[in-house]
């Protein structure tokens, strides 16, 4: 089966850049995706990683390591329409052959003035 | 570009009775979803269509939950009967480069 593991809560000042860790567990593995949802929202697509690096768009950027079986989501100069549920998931290879996500279970930040 | 459609946006029902959710993906978009998103958690994939063909449903409560999507395009979801759990959000997405999801229908079960 397929695990991950993020924080469930961050608190962050307005101007401030946060880290959001993500570990996973998972055979078959494609890569990392990071979504956006507000409250009421629908999920939306920030950025996706399937080789070990930095990915950079605009004031987000996504990290991975594949070997350590980690990632992370960087939020630079926060604003307050920031504050939203960031959930990290893998892109997986079952063995139906179906190329899905699964999804952590997320990160509340709640950016502050 | 027109987003992924979905409706109802909200539904009451009451326990054993059915409901159905419609979704309709971007133009173009072979492969559709459909998730379950229970407050406070991720989305749970349910069932992944390709065209009109099912690729993976092997989280789908097959006892309760059916899922089609006849000719390629449009998809339905039911219930039938609900359960007070079956309460959640139900997202529909399609798969361009990423998965986008649609609006999602909140449902209640009392």
């Known amino acids: 089966g397929q695990s991950l593991e993020q924080p469930s809560e961050v608190t962050a000042v307005e101007g401030a850049i946060v880290q959001i860790n993500c570990t996973y567990q998972?055979?078959?593995?494609?890569?990392l995706s990071w979504y956006q949802q507000h409250d009421g929202g629908a999920p939306t697509f920030l950025s996706y990683n399937a080789l070990d690096g930095l990915e950079e768009t605009g004031r987000f950027s996504s990290f991975l390591s594949r070997s350590d079986s980690y990632g992370y989501l960087l939020l630079q100069e926060l604003q307050m329409k920031d504050s939203a549920s960031y959930f990290c998931a893998v892109r997986d290879q079952r063995e139906t052959g179906a190329n899905n996500l699964f999804f952590g279970t997320g990160t509340r930040l709640t950016v502050i003035p | 570009e027109a987003g992924v459609a979905q409706s109802p946006r909200y539904k009451i029902i009451e326990k054993r009775q059915s409901v159905a959710f419609w979704c309709n993906p971007i133009s173009g978009h072979a492969t559709l979803y459909w998730y379950q998103q229970i407050l406070g958690q991720g989305p749970k994939l349910l069932i992944q269509?390709?065209?009109?063909?099912?690729?993976?449903d092997s989280q789908l409560p097959k006892d309760r939950f059916s899922a089609e999507r006849l000719k390629g395009v449009d998809s339905t979801l039911k219930i039938q009967p609900a359960k007070l759990e079956d309460s959640a959000v139900y997202l529909c997405?399609?798969?361009?480069?990423?998965?986008?999801f649609g609006p999602g229908t909140r449902l209640t079960v009392t």
């Open positions: 269509f390709q065209n009109n063909g099912v690729v993976d």
């Open positions: 998972t055979s078959g593995f494609y890569g």
């Open positions: 997405a399609s798969r361009g480069y990423e998965q986008y």
